[in-house]
């Protein structure tokens, strides 16, 4: 019987209306085929269960059993085996596609629901595929006879699935499910076609979810934690896949086999879409009310040349990474001047930035150090077009192309990704072909992209970097070290190098341990000097007492304070960088521009929201420091909940600052984080601090790991509480025992009063904990 047999005139051809209420199945075909990669993500052979139903109409035969009406099963399989087995295929999205227009073109199936599970698909888990639903108005004639490339495209009735997948974890509220991981069966299924911004049913979208992606994100996070309540556990598992893994809408299903003594399992099913999330969010904001933030008075005389970023415009629908480096001329310089230029048409926004890395040359080793980063941006430019505006940043800041190739340059702006495309001509190549190999890359573009995959090799991006730098330790391949680095008053620092000693100087008449010591603009200037040759590395100016409990003087009284010291420095060549100690931005605005580098908020921008955009216009380093109130106010905000979790209320709290400061364009390799010793934390919360600061800044699990972090415990009342010392200046060995331990834990910067004697204390420190294996 040839395919025209099957549908004889008037029982199923294409202009006959039918009501598709009938079905024909197929289930369990079993073909073999290299479809994308193997639980080991090798590209090899493997089985596929394709599964069909096939809607139409079999009145006519039924009523006749007459064979001329019958669909010939036989001939669905065979055309169905053959398409599947004589090409790869890079998912088992783009082969359900595949299959459903086949079935459509070659057997004349008005509709079709094709179904693909994938075996060998993951490690833990029973298997994985899609099941999709086609019909023939879905494509166009010519993506039908193949003429045309045919985009992947999912509806609200598509659904990407994990079937059985198997983790451990604590799970229970009896003693001895406390004490041992139990197994648990998780089956999840993924709506890549819903869209909760269109009546909650798009028509076809183009995004997909790769389900490797999401079960090593969720095993990540599930196999970490412990719960009490299954209903918790599911609840976790669709909030991670939403806010970690972008989905819009999941169902899961989890069941405890070990629940019950005399039943398979028990468990729970929820299906979860983002808005849910977003409306919790808002009703337990809304609940807990807007925390205290003591308003101040600003003159817009200071800060009408604060820039102002909105919200990305809608146009910019494209998402790519791009890769920055520079040797030549002032290299970070170069690298935030490209980043402008970027953004000057309206092409493109740059949404985040990784931290800044020196690096030694690769290929051509004889020139100067490398600055490299990475940057994510919007755009609505084709991959071609950016190219172009790359190239011609490139042009503009005197990149000259006809040197020798990987020799040195002032910029050089490579496209990395660029949505989960692949594309290559003589030109560009997308994603960029060697970005696996070069450490330079893969480094900075973690900080920004670790959980983004490579749509070519199937691995996150940390997972590339973790295995190029297991193949650099087995073949013993030094490309020398690789240095996190802050731009600061022309010289580049390494956080790695040495933990930096910021010494304070009050220009204040009330400070708690030197107020009026150093309240005239010459003593200030001297102390200054004085702090430099004691071993400071930077000298932090404040104008206004932050003690708890002290008075907030005027705006023009800060300035006239502070501003004076800072000119007088500059004018006798002091060269050490200086850091200005303000929450007011127009106070920060006029310390930059009278020749301070650095910016420390004690209030992380929640006191004056122009801090942001003065940050972002200077482009200069900047300190977002953890408190809650105000200088009156603090110390009656140290509740942190049942728990007292004050390190996880400090993560989530200088989480949202930084992201604010991201999004008003300040550079993430400026940011520095305090957790704020002292400010609205008893002296059991400021221990808990400094015990658990590796938890807070090196932590997987933190959303501050990696941001450079600064600790002021300098004569703070918690360590005269524990040394019985009331006298503040008398505080430096108690001080020094917190500085030890801050340099233990990871910071990177210390903030002290007593430099000359804390100087040996660092040295000893560093010596310690930061000597390299």
Same mark, same amino acid.
């Given at each position: 019987?040839?395919h ?28 073999r ?149 139990q ?30 992606t ?50 398979g ?15 919790a ?95 994510k ?35 050089? +702006?490579?496209? %990395? #990704?660029?949505?989960?495309i &692949?594309? *290559?001509? =003589?030109?560009?190549? /997308? ?31 940390s997972?590339l +970097?973790?295995? %190029? #730098?297991?193949?650099q330790? &087995?073949? *013993?391949? =030094?490309?020398?070290? /690789? ?28 400070s ?31 104008g ?10 005027s ?15 500059r ?68 509740d ?65 790991i990696g ?18 010392q ?18 233990a ?9 007593d ?19």
């Amino acid at each position: 019987m040839d395919h025209q047999q099957q549908h004889p005139k008037g029982a199923a051809s294409d202009a006959v209306e039918l009501p598709m209420h009938d079905k024909i199945c197929i289930r369990d075909l079993t073909v073999r085929n290299i479809i994308g990669v193997d639980a080991w993500e090798r590209s090899k052979r493997q089985p596929i269960i394709i599964n069909l139903v096939v809607y139409t109409s079999v009145s006519q035969a039924g009523d006749t059993d007459h064979l001329p009406y019958s669909i010939h099963y036989g001939i669905l399989c065979k055309t169905v085996e053959a398409h599947s087995e004589k090409t790869e295929f890079r998912s088992v999205e783009a082969l359900a596609d595949s299959i459903a227009r086949v079935v459509i073109t070659k057997c004349h199936a008005p509709k079709i629901t094709v179904r693909i599970d994938k075996p060998r698909a993951l490690l833990h888990a029973a298997s994985a595929g899609v099941e999709i639903t086609r019909q023939k108005s879905d494509y166009t004639a010519e993506q039908l006879a193949g003429t045309v490339p045919c985009p992947l495209k999912f509806n609200h009735q598509d659904v990407i699935f994990v079937k059985d997948l198997r983790l451990s974890c604590i799970i229970g509220v009896n003693p001895w499910e406390r004490e041992e991981e139990q197994v648990v069966v998780l089956n999840l299924q993924i709506y890549p076609g819903y869209d909760d911004s269109n009546d909650r049913k798009a028509d076809y979208v183009s995004s997909t979810h790769n389900y490797r992606t999401i079960v090593r994100t969720i095993t990540k996070y599930i196999e970490a934690s412990s719960y009490k309540t299954v209903e918790a556990f599911v609840t976790s598992v669709a909030r991670i896949a939403i806010e970690k893994c972008h989905v819009s809408k999941i169902t899961v299903k989890m069941e405890k086999p070990s629940a019950i003594v005399f039943a398979g399992s028990a468990g729970v099913e929820i299906t979860r879409d983002r808005a849910f999330f977003a409306n919790a969010a808002a009703n337990k904001t809304h609940t807990r009310g807007v925390s205290s933030v003591s308003s101040i008075a600003l003159n817009p005389h200071h800060l009408r040349d604060i820039p102002r970023r909105g919200p990305v415009p809608a146009h910019l629908t494209h998402e790519s990474f791009l890769a920055l480096g520079s040797n030549l001329g002032d290299s970070a310089a170069n690298l935030s001047n490209a980043l402008k230029m970027l953004e000057q048409d309206g092409h493109v926004r740059v949404v985040d930035t990784s931290f800044m890395y020196e690096t030694p040359p690769m290929y051509v080793t004889d020139q100067p150090p490398f600055l490299n980063a990475a940057c994510k941006i919007k755009t609505d430019l084709a991959p071609l077009d950016l190219l172009k505006k790359l190239k011609e940043i490139e042009a503009e800041m005197g990149r000259d192309f006809n040197t020798i190739r990987n020799g040195p340059r002032p910029i050089d +702006l490579d496209i %990395l #990704l660029y949505d989960s495309i &692949e594309y *290559k001509d =003589d030109t560009l190549t /997308i994603p960029h072909i060697a970005m696996q190999d070069r450490e330079f890359v893969l480094r900075p573009l973690c900080d920004i992209a670790k959980d983004v995959e490579h749509p070519k090799l199937y691995r996150h991006i940390s997972q590339l +970097l973790s295995q %190029l #730098l297991l193949k650099q330790e &087995e073949n *013993k391949i =030094d490309d020398g070290a /690789i240095h996190k680095s802050v731009p600061l008053r022309g010289k580049i620092y390494h956080w790695d190098a040495k933990t930096l000693i910021m010494g304070i100087l009050n220009t204040t008449p009330d400070s708690f341990s030197d107020g009026g010591n150093y309240s005239t603009t010459e003593s200030a200037a001297l102390r200054a000097q004085q702090l430099v040759e004691d071993g400071a590395d930077i000298i932090d100016i404040g104008g206004m007492s932050t003690r708890p409990n002290s008075e907030e003087i005027s705006e023009e009284e800060e300035l006239n304070r502070v501003v004076p010291v800072i000119k007088l420095l500059r004018s006798r060549g002091f060269e050490a960088p200086i850091s200005v100690d303000t929450f007011r931005a127009s106070v920060a605005d006029k310390a930059i521009e009278a020749g301070a580098d650095l910016i420390n908020d004690v209030s992380a921008g929640r006191r004056d929201p122009a801090m942001y955009g003065v940050m972002a216009k200077w482009n200069v380093p900047v300190c977002l420091m953890h408190m809650r109130g105000d200088s009156k106010t603090m110390m009656s905000q140290t509740d942190y909940g049942a728990k007292n979790d004050v390190v996880g209320a400090i993560a989530r709290d200088l989480h949202k600052s930084v992201q604010r400061a991201i999004a008003a364009g300040v550079h993430r390799w400026n940011i520095i984080v305090d957790p704020g010793v002292g400010f609205a934390k008893d002296s059991e919360q400021s221990l808990q601090v400094l015990r658990r600061l590796p938890e807070l800044i090196h932590s997987e699990s933190s959303q501050l790991i990696g941001y450079p972090c600064l600790v002021g415990p300098s004569r703070k009342a918690f360590i005269g509480q524990l040394t019985q010392q009331a006298d503040a200046t008398k505080r430096t060995w108690g001080t020094a025992a917190a500085c030890t331990a801050s340099v233990a834990g990871g910071a990177s910067i210390v903030r002290v009063h007593d430099v000359k004697e804390i100087r040996d204390v660092i040295k000893v420190s560093d010596a310690i904990w930061r000597v390299k294996a």
